[in-house]
Structures are given as structure tokens and as C-alpha cells.
């Protein structure tokens, strides 16, 4: 499966300000998603990036709070705005390979004070 | 430590013994389904998948149940291991439109020597 790694691994910001996750992957692949896994909590879809199209949020995330870029087919950022303690969470990406399989990064561990 | 796991229902099994995880999934349009492990500190990992054409899979020490008729999968480790030791999620795809994973609430495994 495709090698994911995401920077930076963990980070503590203050609220308010806004923490850029990259996602880098060694092949090229179509479709990447974003995801959000809260304390103690299964993992949420934020979004599917996929390139040259803008972004698919799902219900309850918006491109306001969560953008994000997906400029080839390699690499996609996801940006937390105007952070809150409340947007503490691990923040994985995933790419889909074969049909439906979906493998994921290491996860950003976000810490909002 | 991380926090994943903390608070989702957990199984503990001593070494040696065969593990048998449950998942009830919500959408009986879904066609395909993974489990993945979750260590503290790492990104899902993926295990397993069956597709809804099939009731049964095998891999590794791993065996992955479908029972469509009540919308239920389980994940069977036989001769668990203390390195099997992680959270375990069951994701459903949900066909049409485009791709995309609704995952359960996740199971604790704790294997005990």
C-alpha cells in the first residue's frame, strides 16, 4: 500500500490562530479524504479532496473552518481556522487505492489552548 | 498515552485465546467493508475487507463474518497475541454517489498474559 505521512505529527496552538496539516503521498492517487477523530472517538469524514476539483465537505464541516487545497495528485493540506479547544482532535488523511480501500496517515495530534 | 480507546467498550481475552469482535453497521445499501487497528500514537491500519457479495473472508489469523440478512460483521483473531492489543473499527461504504467510509465506534482489545 502507498507510504502516507503527514506533518507535523502533533502541535499545540492557541485559539484563535490556524494550523496548516499537510498530507504527502509516494504514488499518485485520485481520492484523498480528510478526517477528524475526537478524544475517545471513532473517526468523522471532514471531507474527500479530490485534484483539480474543490473539495466534498460533509454535514456539520465547512470550507470556511476546514479548507483545503489538493494541488496534484500527491500532496492535499488541511487548515483549521480561527482554532478552539473544542478543535482539539487527531486529524488523519486516507487515500483510496484499489475500490474502496482506503489507507490512512499517521494522524496530527492537535491541542488547541 | 494517546486517548484513543478510552472510552469505547472493551474486550479482554487472555493470550493464546481466539478474539471475536462485533460491529453493527447502519446502512443496508453499503457494499463493502474494512476493519481496521488502531495502536495508541498511529493511524488506522488496515486489516481486513468483504465485500457484500461474499459472507465470509479469510487472511492472516484474521476471519471477517457478513451477515446482511442483520446488518452485522465481526472480526475473529485466532490465537490472539499481546501485539493485537489496539482499538479495532469496522467501516461500511456506502454505495453511490461517490466513496465514502462511515465508521463504527470502535472496540478495545486488551490481551492479558
Known amino acids: 500500500s502507498a507510504v502516507i505521512s503527514q506533518k507535523p505529527s502533533r502541535d499545540i496552538c492557541q485559539r484563535g490562530t490556524s494550523l496548516t496539516i499537510q498530507c504527502q503521498v509516494d504514488s499518485q492517487v485520485t481520492m484523498m479524504f480528510w478526517y477528524r477523530q475526537q478524544p475517545g472517538q471513532s473517526l468523522t469524514l471532514i471531507a474527500t479532496a479530490n485534484q483539480g476539483s474543490e473539495a466534498t465537505y460533509e454535514s456539520g464541516f465547512v470550507i470556511d473552518k476546514f479548507p483545503i487545497s489538493r494541488p496534484n495528485l500527491t500532496f492535499s493540506t488541511l487548515t483549521v481556522s480561527n482554532m478552539s479547544p473544542e478543535d482539539s482532535s487527531i486529524y488523519l488523511c486516507?487515500?483510496?487505492?484499489?475500490?474502496?480501500?482506503?489507507?490512512f496517515g499517521p494522524g496530527t495530534r492537535l491541542t488547541v489552548t | 498515552g494517546e486517548s484513543v480507546g478510552l472510552h469505547l467498550p472493551t474486550l479482554s481475552v487472555q493470550e493464546g485465546d481466539n478474539s471475536i469482535i462485533n460491529c453493527a453497521y447502519s446502512n443496508s445499501a453499503s457494499d463493502y467493508f474494512i476493519w481496521y487497528k488502531q495502536e495508541s500514537g498511529k493511524g488506522p491500519q488496515f486489516i481486513i475487507d468483504i465485500r457484500s457479495n461474499m459472507d465470509k473472508r479469510q487472511g492472516q489469523r484474521v476471519t471477517v463474518l457478513l451477515n446482511k440478512t442483520v446488518k452485522h460483521l465481526s472480526l475473529q483473531i485466532a490465537a490472539t497475541q499481546p501485539g493485537d492489543s489496539a482499538v479495532y473499527f469496522c467501516a461500511e461504504n456506502v454505495s453511490g454517489g461517490y466513496n465514502k467510509l462511515i465508521f463504527g465506534a470502535g472496540t478495545r482489545l486488551a490481551v492479558h498474559p
Open positions: 486516507s487515500v483510496e487505492e484499489d475500490t474502496y480501500e482506503q489507507y
